[in-house]
Nanobody, 126 residues
Framework: QLQLVESGGGLVQPGGSLRLSCAASGLSMDYYAIGWFRQAPGKEREGVSCISSSTGSTYSADSVKGRFTISRDNAKNTVHLQMNSLKPEDTAVYYC???????????????????WGQGTQVTVSS
């Protein structure tokens, strides 16, 4: 059983940066694709970025392209989401998710993922 714990959320001003981390325990995440999702109050959960297991290729939603970067450190069983140029509309609870698929690509459909963390709050406000 893979457990995921997010950290790094908080309050930041518009234009600022935050780095979220997703730490895995229980199993090695080497063979897992990892995705970041977010859910704002009153809105549906949406995919943000994902990273594949075999090649580390990434995919990001249009709303965050050029601002957010996902990366993985398999030695530390951790995935990071670097968020720059944050906007008030980025305010949400951010979740990481994992699926055991050893592939060169990843997807942002949340049904594709098996394991989910509890989430970390990101608030962008002045």
């Amino acid at each position: 059983q893979l457990q995921l714990v997010e950290s790094g959320g908080g309050l930041v001003q518009p234009g600022g940066s935050l780095r979220l981390s997703c730490a895995a325990s229980g199993l090695s995440m080497d063979y897992y694709a990892i995705g970041w999702f977010r859910q704002a109050p009153g809105k549906e959960r949406e995919g943000v970025s994902c990273i594949s297991s075999s090649t580390g290729s990434t995919y990001s939603a249009d709303s965050v392209k050029g601002r957010f970067t996902i990366s993985r450190d398999n030695a530390k069983n951790t995935v990071h989401l670097q968020m720059n140029s944050l906007k008030p509309e980025d305010t949400a609870v951010y979740y990481c998710a994992a699926t055991r698929k050893y592939a060169s690509s990843c997807f942002l459909g949340f049904n594709w993922y098996t394991y989910w963390g509890q989430g970390t709050q990101v608030t962008v406000s002045s």
